[in-house]
């Protein structure tokens, strides 16, 4: 039986501008997927033994001096030479060196030196991406949940999805300070069941808030201490196109029955204010124009007096 190994590629080139959260997110993961292939590597990601270095503005070797947890193997003698210490530190800061310059490869061409020489860390490039797109996790960009809109045909699940992430991303992450607390965070922030349902409801609302009174007449009943909104999520995801197109049927149907409603008392004036018979301005003590003899308005007229009425709702 033989096993076929699954090839990584790397993930395509920044563009200069346009990517959101949830695209630098996928290229993130995909970049350090790629770069764990490659065991050489492993040392100078999160968690890593090498996992901070200098700027190369600051020292062009970038580490100064192998881990005090790393020891290079043992030589001939069964002790470690000062020439195999050298040997391991040149060698780790070869593989620095050309980690880096894959990154800088695939990031925009403007970031290319910031990333070879003005690094940090794996994060301090993570972080560096963020600011040039505005796409940062902290801070004021919490604020950009307002700019996720729901546009006529998007698929409600990828809207909740949009806005599942960017609770996801600003979660905070262990080591965090959070001010008001004045304490710091000691493991990484999880969504609570408060929290998902609060994404749940926030996601209906933003499509169409007559939508929460229609969910609550259907599944309300279900809903108890035992079961909550986000246990019902995928249910109410899935009906929302079809309570959308109820909306909008009682919608037309509300103002189809509303502009008959005009018309008839636009016609039973005698064609309303203006003409003769009506009761406003221009009205005369003439008998109403009823139209020919028969008594009732021609066709061609009565349809125009409808739509003239229609655009005066309006």
């Known amino acids: 039986m033989t096993s076929t190994k699954c090839k990584i590629e790397i993930p395509n080139q920044l ?3 346009g990517v959101s959260r949830v695209q630098f997110k996928s290229w993130k993961e ?8 490659n065991k050489d590597y492993h040392p100078f990601l999160s968690g890593g033994m090498y ?5 190369a503005e600051d020292d062009p070797n970038r580490i100064v001096e192998l881990a005090a947890t790393e020891e290079p193997k043992e030589d001939q003698e069964n002790a470690a030479t000062e020439a195999s210490r050298t040997s391991l530190l040149s060698k780790r800061r070869r ?3 050309t980690l880096l310059s894959i990154i800088a490869r695939k990031v925009d061409q403007y970031d290319f030196d910031e990333v070879l020489n003005s690094s940090t860390s794996i994060n ?3 972080a560096m991406i963020e600011l040039v797109y505005d796409i940062g996790r902290k801070g004021v960009h919490f604020l950009e949940l307002g700019k996720i809109k729901f546009e006529q045909g998007d698929s409600p699940v990828k809207f909740y999805k949009k806005i599942y992430h960017h609770f996801m991303d600003n979660l905070y992450k262990a080591g965090d300070i959070v001010a008001y607390k004045g304490s710091q965070m000691t493991e990484d922030e999880k969504l609570s069941p408060t929290l998902l349902n609060f994404i749940l409801y926030y996601t209906i609302e933003s499509i169409d808030s007559r939508l929460l009174k229609k ?6 009943h279900i809903l108890d201490n035992d079961k909550c909104l986000h246990d019902i999520k995928d249910i109410i995801l899935k009906a929302i196109p079809d309570l959308l197109t109820k909306l909008e049927t009682k919608d037309v149907e509300a103002n189809s029955v509303n502009s008959s409603h005009q018309l008839a008392a636009f016609t039973s004036r005698g064609g309303g204010r203006g003409f003769r018979g009506g009761s406003g ?9 009823t139209g020919r003899r028969s008594g009732k308005f021609c066709r061609l007229c009565l349809i ?6 229609l655009i005066n709702i309006d």
């Open 215 to 220: 969910i609550k007449d259907r599944w309300g």
């Open 51 to 55: 996992e901070k270095w200098k700027p």
């Open 30 to 37: 995909g970049m350090i997927v790629y770069l764990k292939q």
């Open 281 to 289: 301005r221009g009205a005369t003590n003439q008998r109403p124009w």
């Open 304 to 309: 125009t007096v409808y739509f003239i009425n």
């Open 124 to 126: 301090s490039i993570w």
């Open 15 to 17: 563009p200069e501008s």
């Open 95 to 97: 593989d620095l060196d």
